[in-house]
């Protein structure tokens, strides 16, 4: 609600966007991991520059079996560590809540998901997150796993370069460009930083706390074993890769590792599905195998046995035990652990889709077998093959643009998915006789046919559009396919000619059409992504009765803003109460709380919610008071304190004092001048409401930007037909100069304001003397209250040991006049010495909460243009 302006309260709520509104700058976040990538993959090509693909494929022929046994034994060491960081976090964190067979299940199963998809810090936060949420694990003791586990990762790595750093073992001063002292000093620092840490932790009882979620620390004994978990997963991990490189490659163990995890930290900084590329180009630059087939050979099957295996067995492993869960005389460990990792479903199935896509798509770049399209060659025309290879490749893009659609559990993106798998097991037989390939997207689609339950959502939103970190993810891994092409073909002279070369043996021809085709596609998708979001045009919709009865007869007067014919509505079966939201597209944002009977509107906030997980989108709760706040909580949402509402007690209301001043002067000038002051009910407006028109007009006329929406009024005829209004006339000529529509709430409860306008070639005291006349008109008509609206940011805490977002913003409610007077307009409300309330917002946690307030203020100006202005 406005008060002396009414765009007083949209400007500081465009503030609040514009302030926030930076964490969503898109050029920001793209630059720096695409950058690195790119660097990443020009090193890699010229590293590789002197290898021939046909060399790679003969050096891979070539590994014998033992070394790959050796490959899958390390991995499985390195994965049944990994679970063991669950089962003793799980322990320290949450002891008995969660079995700990299930803790070592669903953590094996979390990373090896995690491993594929990329982005690790978000989808394996994410993955670890549904699945202990899911067994009854508050945010707390979540976070508290999560935390533990990475707090292990580094003990154990800590632990491990500090002893070779201190011991020196052969080859370790190679990798570290330092002094045989310093690498000594700094491997004694770290591991007697280390041991302080393990007594601290021995005494036991210690708490960390962040960001108000706090959690007990594992205690002595617990984190010795989280170390050992680490160091056996890095060891693991290490050498999976160690025992497939050659022989001759002349560096020891030692040196090897600390690479490796150069190598891993730069991955995972480029933001690519395993850091693939980047991880490669790190490690054959720090090993100096330049040049080496072999050394590249050694990667591939890497890739194969340390993510794409341990993906496949997690993937077949949550189908069986989705599978068998759903048979009634089934029970026992199956279903314990497909109830555990049920909440990743979605992720794997996503995960299997882009594997899908990129086996199309490495196909679609490396030469076909010349005998395959022999036998092709008896039956299908060249065109035809031509044909199917482009649609191979161009399958293989849709299915990675797909995978968020299914991550987002989307049944149109399921449906899609299947239909995409089928057309890629022909296309893989039309374009080369890929059997391996095609009986791969079969197996695909069998696992995703009995993930069917996963996806429920029915969005109407696009299944194509993609988030940033899906299009870092998209846009780095393509750049490593399109290398992998590169690379290919190598020896081949680059001519125009060859993008118009058809040929059964014109495979580099194929791979330059179909990145081109690729290229395309994704083009057309990052465009559209970034700024082709299509705000919800505002039409006006009808308000039911039940809405209009309980919004009128609402004590609190913010209920009547529900009226103003941009909401949609929830409404009660027995229609006692109603929850009034609307939709910006990404997200169900409710402007306040439900209005009427508690218990139902309990039941309404619990309905928006559900409804906004069904079609995939945020749910947030927008100027809400402290009554639904244990509700909210319930939801999984975090409270977020946005400013104050002022309210003046009205039972002997005087302009009498200091303070008042300024209005008791206005109003008595504006009785000198003749300027009179008059209700005029609502049954009479329609004959002035013309003239309130021509006021608000000239009105706007001055302001930047149009009508707003959502939390303020426009001047809809409409919407001002549900109020009485008071007005301020020219006594001479009985012309209306200001005007506001009067909130009255049930029961005389409160009395407020939504549309206060004036003349702009008005008196500037004509605005003072409106508002004084109203206070001292509810006043005299046995109003409780008058509510003066909101003060953004006001009563925020800036403290240090206050929440981030406290700190936000109570730094922008002190540092930011410049753009809003925000201190002015406290002190201009606080003049009439009122009550303060806390003014929250319910939304999800983390970065959700400034996406919502931009998402807000979306809703307000009406779209990016509106806000700008």
């Not at 990798?175 to 310093?182: K, V, Y």
């Not at 981030?804 to 730094?811: A, E, T, V």
Request: glycine share 10%.
């Amino acid at each position: 609600m406005s008060t002396a302006d009414p765009g007083e309260n949209s400007r500081a709520e465009i503030l609040i966007a514009r302030v926030t509104g930076l964490l969503e700058q898109p050029v920001v976040r793209l630059a720096i991991p695409v950058v690195i990538t790119l660097i990443a993959l020009t090193v890699l090509h010229d590293l590789s520059s002197h290898v021939k693909w046909s060399d790679v494929q003969s050096d891979i022929a070539g590994t014998s079996w033992r070394v790959m046994f050796l490959a899958v034994f390390w991995t499985a060491f390195s994965f049944l560590s990994l679970s063991f960081y669950d089962v003793f976090a799980v322990q320290s964190v949450a002891g008995g809540t969660v079995p700990l067979r299930i803790a070592a299940m669903a953590g094996a199963s979390g990373y090896a998901v995690s491993n594929c998809l990329g982005f690790s810090y978000i989808t394996g936060t994410a993955i670890r997150y549904r699945i202990y949420a899911s067994l009854g694990l508050d945010l707390g003791r979540v976070a508290g796993v999560i935390a533990t586990s990475w707090v292990a990762f580094w003990m154990g790595l800590i632990l491990i370069l500090g002893g070779m750093m201190t011991l020196h073992p052969d080859g370790i001063a190679q990798a570290l460009p330092i002094s045989g002292t310093l690498e000594t000093v700094i491997g004694v620092v770290l591991l007697a930083g280390l041991l302080v840490l393990f007594v601290w932790l021995a005494k036991g009882g210690r708490r960390l706390s962040f960001g108000g979620v706090g959690f007990d620390l594992p205690g002595g004994k617990l984190a010795s074993l989280l170390t050992l978990a680490a160091i056996g997963d890095l060891f693991g991990a290490s050498m999976a890769l160690y025992v497939l490189m050659p022989d001759d490659l002349g560096v020891g163990y030692p040196y090897f590792f600390t690479i490796y995890i150069c190598a891993i930290a730069v991955g995972i900084l480029s933001h690519a599905p395993g850091g693939i590329g980047v991880f490669e180009a790190t490690l054959i630059a720090g090993l100096g195998a330049s040049g080496r087939s072999d050394v590249i050979a050694a990667l591939l099957l890497y890739r194969v046995v340390y993510t794409f295996l341990p993906f496949a067995i997690a993937s077949l492993s949550i189908a069986i035990a989705s599978a068998l869960a759903h048979r009634h005389h089934i029970s026992g460990a199956a279903t314990w652990f497909y109830r555990a990792v049920r909440p990743i479903v979605p992720m794997v199935a996503a995960g299997i889709a882009a594997v899908a896509g990129v086996v199309l798509l490495v196909s679609g770049t490396l030469p076909a077998s010349s005998t395959k399209l022999g036998i092709l060659r008896e039956f299908l025309p060249l065109s035809f093959v031509e044909a199917s290879h482009l649609a191979g490749s161009a399958i293989g893009v849709l299915l990675l643009l797909v995978a968020r659609g299914l991550y987002r559990k989307l049944y149109r993106a399921w449906i899609v998915a299947m239909i995409l798998m089928l057309a890629g097991f022909f296309a893989s037989l039309a374009k080369g006789l890929d059997t391996h390939e095609a009986v791969g997207m079969l197996a695909a689609i069998g696992l995703l046919a009995l993930f069917r339950g996963a996806f429920y959502r029915v969005s109407g939103a696009s299944i194509f559009r993609l988030n940033i970190p899906w299009l870092v993810s998209l846009l780095t891994l393509l750049a490593v396919i399109f290398w992998i092409g590169l690379f290919a073909y190598s020896h081949v002279e680059y001519e125009n000619a060859l993008w118009w070369e058809f040929a059964w043996n014109g495979d580099a021809s194929r791979f330059l059409r179909s990145s081109m085709v690729v290229a395309v596609i994704v083009g057309v998708v990052a465009v559209n992504s970034l700024f082709g979001r299509t705000i919800p045009a505002r039409q006006r919709t009808e308000i039911p009765a039940a809405v209009e009865r309980l919004a009128l007869a609402s004590e609190d007067t913010e209920a009547q803003i529900s009226l103003t014919g941009d909401k949609q509505f929830l409404i009660a079966p027995d229609e006692s109460a109603f929850l009034a939201y609307a939709d910006s597209g990404n997200a169900l944002i409710s402007k306040g709380e439900p209005v009427g009977d508690e218990a139902a509107g309990q039941q309404l906030i619990w309905q928006l919610r559900e409804m906004a997980d069904a079609e995939g989108k945020l749910c947030a709760f927008y100027s809400v008071s402290t009554k639904y706040l244990p509700t909210f909580l319930d939801l999984g949402l975090s409270i977020l304190k946005i400013g104050e509402v002022a309210r003046v007690p009205l039972k002997d209301f005087t302009l009498d004092g200091k303070s008042r001043k300024r209005f008791r002067q206005a109003r008595n000038r504006a009785e000198r001048e003749g300027y009179v002051f008059e209700i005029i009910p609502k049954e009479q407006l329609g004959p002035v409401l013309p003239e309130l028109r021509q006021i608000s007009d000239h009105w706007l006329e001055g302001k930047a930007g149009a009508e707003k929406g959502f939390a303020l009024g426009g001047f809809d005829e409409q919407y001002l037909s549900y109020f009485d209004h008071a007005v301020l006339k020219n006594g001479e000529t009985g012309r209306i100069v200001a005007f506001a529509n009067l909130f009255q709430g049930g029961n005389k409860s409160e009395l407020s304001l939504d549309l206060m306008r004036y003349e702009p070639d008005c008196p500037s005291f004509v605005m003072d003397a409106l508002f004084a006349e109203m206070m001292n008109w509810g006043a005299g008509q046995g109003f409780h209250w008058f509510s003066l609206g909101a003060a953004p940011f006001s009563g925020i805490e800036n403290r240090q040991l206050a929440s981030l977002w406290n700190r936000i913003g109570g730094f922008v409610y002190e540092h930011g006049e410049q753009f809003y007077h925000f201190e002015g307009l406290r002190a201009f409300k606080q003049k009439f010495d009122p009550e303060w309330s806390p003014n929250y917002l319910a939304s999800p946690g983390g970065l959700a909460a400034p996406r919502i307030l931009y998402e807000v203020n979306i809703l307000i100006s009406g779209g990016l243009t509106g806000l700008t202005k």
